[in-house]
Every structure is written in C-alpha cells, then in structure tokens.
Antibody, heavy 120, light 110 residues
Framework: QVQLQESGPGLVKPPQTLSLTCTVSGASIRTSGHYWTWIRQFPEKGLEWIGYIYHSGNTYYNPSLESRLTMSVDTSKNQFSLKLTSLTVADTAVYYC?????????????WGKGTTVTVS | QSVLTQPPSVSAAPGQRVSISCSGRTSNIGNNYVSWYQQVSGRAPKLLIYKNSERPSGIPDRFSGSKSGTSATLGITGLQTGDEADYYCATWDSSLRSGVFGGGTKLTVL
C-alpha cells in the first residue's frame, strides 16, 4: 500500500532553515493528477496547510508562508521536500506530508506519520 | 483562529448519533468540496469523508458527510468508544488561495 515517511531534524535553532523530506513508497510520485502536500499541526492542535507540489515541479504555497518556503521534488528518488527559512518558535509543530489525489477536490488520502520539529 | 468554525467538543453515549458542524464562507465551503479527518491521539489524521459526502474504501457507513451552503456536517451513528478522537474539516479557500482547516472537534463517547 502507499506509504509516506517524513525525515528531518527534530530540533532547529532560530533563525535557521528547516529542511524536511518525504519519501513515497508503494506509488509513483509521477502519477498523473496526484499532488503532494505538507501540512503542519501546532502544539495547540490547529492544522495549517503549507503547500502543494506536482511532479513537474509546479508549486502552490500558503500565501502566509510563501516568502520563506521552497518545495521541491526528486522523481528519481520518489521524494519531495520542504525548506522553510528564518524559523521562529512559532514554527514549532508536527510536520506531515500527504498525498492529494485530485487538486480539484482538495483532500488528503494518505498521510505520513509526522515528524516533530522544535524550534528553540 | 481557524478559517472554518467547529464546536470544540461534542459528546454522546455509545450507540447514539452525533453531528459535528463546520461553518465557513462562500469563498471556502460555499464554492469548494469539504473533507473530514479523524485524528486519534498521537496519530496522523485519517481521511473519513471527501467530496462532501464520499467515503474512502474501508470507512464504515456509520460515518456520513453533507454540505449545505456555507456549512458542512459530519454525522456518526452507532457511536463506539473507538470513535473517541479529534475531527477536522478541510476545504480550499478561493480568496485566500490556500487550503484551510477547522479548529477541530473533540468527540467523547460517554
């Protein structure tokens, strides 16, 4: 079955840059129509959509994060990645990667287990 | 402050039915599809409902979704203790150009 696995540092100092990678198994990241997304969950449980990327490299970013965010895809490794710059304690969250099987309907059908990132 | 508004908590007895509301605006729920997620403590969210009312394979028909205007509702019948979790609604906001979530509703099965 399709599985996603996040990887990256658990602790980052401000104002450093966060780099996370999501490895996809059981499916090709190049599947037509499938988008790949990052979502984060703050300690108080609120969820925030970070952005989408398509295997072509097309991206859609949350406008509130756009100035600090870069997403990329490596189809040879079946991975996609996130870079978030100028970190502050407000970026402390659990970061999830997920698959979006159809961007028109905007839903996430497969999620990674999440990785906790603490900015301190 | 979440873009979509959900009640912080709901509760009901085993076997009963519960509804969780999700309120938004024309730019989000009014013009886009809603999905619902279940998050058991310490786990990743799990898709329950997509396209307002569709259930992925493996999700029992005790779970249902509906949408009317700028609001959506998740219904759960035949409540079980295993249904205790946080539930989130989500959609796209055409004005914000961003995915948006509700603040989550904690379901307690008494």
């Amino acid at each position: 079955q399709v599985q996603l696995q996040e990887s990256g540092p658990g602790l980052v100092k401000p104002p450093q840059t966060l780099s996370l990678t999501c490895t996809v198994s059981g499916a090709s990241i190049r599947t037509s129509g499938h988008y790949w997304t990052w979502i984060r969950q703050f300690p108080e449980k609120g969820l925030e959509w970070i952005g989408y990327i398509y295997h072509s490299g097309n991206t859609y970013y949350n406008p509130s994060l756009e100035s600090r965010l870069t997403m990329s895809v490596d189809t040879s490794k079946n991975q996609f990645s996130l870079k978030l710059t100028s970190l502050t304690v407000a970026d402390t969250a659990v970061y999830y990667c997920a698959r979006v099987p159809n961007d028109i309907y905007h839903y996430m059908d497969v999620w990674g287990k999440g990785t906790t990132v603490t900015v301190s | 402050q979440s873009v979509l508004t959900q009640p912080p908590s709901v509760s009901a007895a085993p076997g009963q039915r519960v509804s969780i509301s999700c309120s938004g605006r024309t730019s989000n729920i009014g013009n886009n599809y809603v999905s619902w997620y279940q998050q058991v403590s310490g786990r990743a969210p799990k898709l329950l409902i997509y396209k307002n009312s569709e259930r992925p394979s493996g999700i029992p028909d005790r779970f249902s979704g509906s949408k009317s205007g700028t609001s959506a509702t998740l219904g759960i019948t035949g409540l079980q203790t295993g249904d205790e979790a946080d539930y989130y609604c989500a959609t796209w906001d055409s004005s914000l150009r961003s995915g948006v979530f509700g603040g989550g509703t904690k379901l307690t099965v008494l």
